[in-house]
Structure formats: C-alpha cells, structure tokens
Nanobody
Framework: QVQLVESGGGLVQPGGSLRLSCAASGKIFVRMGWYRQARGNQRELVAA?????STVYADAVKGRFTISRDKNTVNLQMNSLKPEDTAIYYC??????????WGQGTQVTVSS
C-alpha cells in the first residue's frame, strides 16, 4: 500500500522560509516532486527530481526553491517566499510505467 505523508506547511511572512517534506512508502519511485494549486487555479508543477539527480523547477520558483531527495523522502526548501506562493502543496511520486500517487496536500500561506 502506497502512502505519501506530507509535513511542513504553515503561515510565513513574505521573505521567509519553509521546508516541506514528504515521506513515501510502499513502492519504488523513479520520480518525486511537488505541485501546488492556488485558489481558482489549476494544479501546477513546482519542482521534481528524477533518479535523485535530475531536477526541474517552475520558472516562478527558480533560484528560491530547492528540491532534494533522500531515499523515499523528498524535501522542498522554500526561501524568499512571496504572497503568490500561497497554495496547497501536493507531494507527487511516480513509479515505473508512469503511474502517479499524490499526497493529501499541505497549506502554505505567505502573508504579513
């Protein structure tokens, strides 16, 4: 049984930092990442890491966010947060064959 357990969301002031973590279990995951969905918007890719080495970032977060992976835990270090980063952040894990699993989501709110 696959489980993705997210942690680390919360409320932070603009310019602040948060670290999201997602612990996955139950399968071998070839790609892990984070997506976000702001109110009224579609879910979008934030960052992903494949094979523990190859990373991809949304243009909006390049230079501010860093994704990393340690075994089946994927972390997202978010620095210099902006109000437009406010969203529900979802952990995503992909197995061979491209089937994807999702976490339950964690709220990130950037506000003064």
């Amino acid at each position: 049984q696959v489980q993705l357990v997210e942690s680390g969301g919360g409320l932070v002031q603009p310019g602040g930092s948060l670290r999201l973590s997602c612990a996955a279990s139950g399968k071998i995951f070839v790609r892990m990442g984070w997506y976000r969905q702001a109110r009224g918007n579609q879910r979008e890719l934030v960052a992903a890491i494949t094979g523990g080495i190859s990373t991809v970032y949304a243009d909006a977060v390049k230079g501010r966010f860093t994704i990393s992976r340690d075994k089946n835990t994927v972390n997202l270090q978010m620095n210099s947060l902006k109000p437009e980063d406010t969203a529900i952040y979802y952990c995503n894990a992909m197995v061979p064959g491209a089937y994807e699993y999702w976490g339950q989501g964690t709220q990130v709110t950037v506000s003064s």
